[in-house]
């Protein structure tokens, strides 16, 4: 059973910066060197950084729990109209069970109930199966952007998109 609990306690931070080591390493490894993994999860998904997310930059972010058990998480923020999908993740070992279309469905409804009719995110270039996975749900690469870190790296990723209409 699939299960998508907003994370509203430093308890909930926690357990997602504890999936967020796992799962950012698993996904980017194998693209950009660990270091910059390792600087990116420091600089955005700590438990004081998801804290001053939260605060400070309007982010929701959710626990997806499968058979109770936390397997991945959700961030995003609404800003002029668009809901920004920044953070979907799933562990490796709980992919193929429904869980990102799931996720998708719940991020796609959360962008109807505030009035919103785009959600917009980003891909590492490189990300073949994520680029695939969000293609097959109707996004669209809009921009190819360079984004650069201040630990000196560098990475191409895409803007991708989808409109929302009124009988999805």
């Known amino acids: 059973m699939i299960d998508i609990q907003k994370a509203t306690t430093t308890s909930d931070f926690k357990i997602i910066e504890l999936l967020a080591k796992e799962i950012l390493h698993e996904v980017y490894d194998p693209i950009i060197p660990k270091e910059h993994t390792t600087f990116f999860l420091q600089k955005f998904q ?13 982010f929701q972010y959710y626990l997806l729990n499968f058979n109770n058990i936390s397997v991945g998480y959700i961030g995003f923020y609404i800003k002029e109209s668009v809901l920004y999908l920044s953070k979907i993740y799933i562990l490796e070992i709980s992919r193929g069970k429904k869980i990102g279309k799931t996720a998708l469905q719940f991020v796609q ?32 690469i809009l921009k190819i952007v360079s984004n650069s870190f201040s630990d000196g790296f560098t990475v191409e990723d895409y803007i991708m998109g989808k409109e929302l209409n009124r009988s999805e």
């Open 109 to 140: 409804q959360k962008a109807k109930d505030s009035k919103v009719n785009r959600i917009e995110l980003l891909v590492n270039q490189q990300n073949k199966n994520t680029l695939t996975i969000y293609k097959k749900y109707g996004f669209k």
């Open 46 to 58: 700590t438990v004081s950084a998801i804290q001053e997310q939260i605060e400070k930059e309007n």
